[in-house]
């Protein structure tokens, strides 16, 4: 097999992976329905990129790589499959490369897996473990969202959704936390623990499982091991590692001591801000130092970690405000964001969070604990839902999430559309203020506007 199609090659998971099979000597092309930036970077390795579905651009290849987002009606998967060409989803693809590289490192949770796959990819990275790479961020050090390495070890985030990461092969597993997302694919919240347990239990008897104590979900998934290794990490020093004496540090870090088994450790001191990234860092740290990274190299390590992108990202500054856009789209991310950047800015300007919900389906299901996420912002502006892979189903909108909102934040605007967003912002900052961008969606383009 030397010939590989993606069938949707701009998104993440599949440009990833193609990237890392080219580098791997493989023959790659791929379609996609728009040209985009990352289209363009694949075209600019090498790689054969053709803007729009047709089946006679399958021709030649012995595999056929799709992602779910394409739909079944595909014309070049109907073909694939017509023509009997293999054809793999894109995370069953990466479970067989997690295979064929030996030792496979999954990290998943609901909230903080990108940070953490990055966190543990450039750790690992750094002390020397030459680790391949696959993560749904951007990353600076590797310019992209892949490395191709030459040891063991395979790094990967990990998603949840529709049971996504139940086609992977991991040895060793880090998971962050469980929480209910993706009301669309996980009705209850009973669905997600079970398909976390179902995660577990692929780890092989001699497997490795690090785990965030302080989640009581998390941490019910020690249950579903036989013979596992299980590592805790959290607040609490009867967990294996642990973190107290939490500080901020200027001018957007954040610091704790660090111990292991009630033991003194020294001091883990990040570039990044937030409690969350601290929870991140020591998932990295654990992961790492159980796999023989020294600690002194590890702490170095996070010590220059400057985040991924859309994750607290300073984009720049808009006559003395500063721009930050973060990919936080649930309530509970939106409260640890938030809680981050009000700890920086305590006694400055003013904290802006301009939101763009994400799914019909989560800020329905959801919409009470949406209603409470923003309190740490001192004005709230609300775009209208971002309906990705969804149509609107009518019963559910940003006005509805206005009014709730109103009853816990005295200042929630619902302006619906970014250029009355973009008008109200370009009058009303002032220096001193922090403009945050937050969501999952495009909502990103109105911090991009104003900085240009």
Not at 4 to 28: C, Q, W
Not at 180 to 207: E, N, S
Not at 222 to 244: A, H, M, P, R
């Amino acid at each position: 097999m030397k010939h590989l199609h993606f069938i949707g090659i701009g998104g993440a998971r599949l440009r990833g992976l193609a990237k890392l099979y080219y580098d791997r000597g493989y023959e790659i092309s791929g379609s996609d329905m728009h040209q985009t930036r990352e289209t363009e970077d694949l075209v600019k390795r090498g790689i054969k990129v053709m803007i729009g579905h047709n089946p006679e651009q399958i021709t030649g290849a012995d595999l056929v790589v799709y992602t779910n987002a394409v739909g079944e009606d595909n014309p070049e998967l109907i073909a694939a499959k017509k023509q009997g060409i293999p054809v793999l989803e894109g995370a069953e693809l990466l479970g067989q490369l997690m295979s064929e590289v030996g030792t496979g490192i999954a990290i998943a949770g609901t909230h903080g897996k990108t940070t953490t796959t990055a966190m543990t990819a450039q750790v690992l990275t750094e002390g020397g473990l030459d680790p391949t790479v696959f993560i749904g961020g951007e990353l600076s050090i590797f310019n992209g969202n892949h490395r191709t390495g030459n040891s063991q070890y395979m790094v990967v985030e990990a998603c949840e959704f529709r049971n996504s990461f139940l086609k992977l092969n991991p040895t060793i597993e880090l998971i962050t936390n469980v929480d209910w997302d993706h009301p669309d694919c996980f009705p209850t919240f009973a669905d997600v623990i079970k398909t976390f347990q179902d995660f577990v239990q692929l780890l092989p008897p001699d497997g490795l499982l690090v785990v965030w104590g302080d989640d009581p979900k998390a941490a019910e998934l020690k249950k579903s091991l036989t013979s596992q290794k299980c590592i805790t990490f959290g607040y609490q020093e009867d967990f294996d590692w642990s973190v107290s004496e939490i500080k901020a540090v200027e001018p957007l870090g954040i610091s704790a001591r660090l111990k292991y088994r009630g033991r003194d450790q020294g001091e883990l001191v990040l570039r990044v801000p937030g409690k969350h990234n601290l929870q991140n860092a020591l998932g990295a740290l654990a992961l790492a130092t159980e796999l023989g990274v020294e600690l002194n190299t590890v702490l170095k390590s996070l010590a220059s970690f400057t985040g991924v992108r859309k994750r607290f990202e300073i984009k720049g500054d808009y006559q003395g405000t500063l721009v930050v856009d973060d990919y936080a789209h649930h309530p509970a991310a939106i409260k640890v964001t938030l809680a981050a950047a009000k700890e920086f800015f305590k006694g400055k300007g003013r904290i802006w969070c301009a939101f763009q919900p994400h799914l019909y389906s989560r800020t329905k299901h959801l919409l009470q604990e949406f209603a409470q996420a923003f309190q740490d912002a001192d004005v709230l502006l609300l775009a209208d839902i971002f309906p990705a892979r969804e149509t609107d189903p009518g019963d559910i909108s940003s006005g509805d999430l206005a009014r709730e909102a109103s009853k816990y934040h005295h200042d929630v605007r619902y302006l619906g559309d970014f250029d009355r967003i973009y008008e109200l912002l370009k009058t009303q900052l002032q220096p001193g203020d922090l403009l945050i961008t937050m969501g999952a969606g495009n909502i990103w383009t109105v911090g991009e506007r104003l900085l240009k």
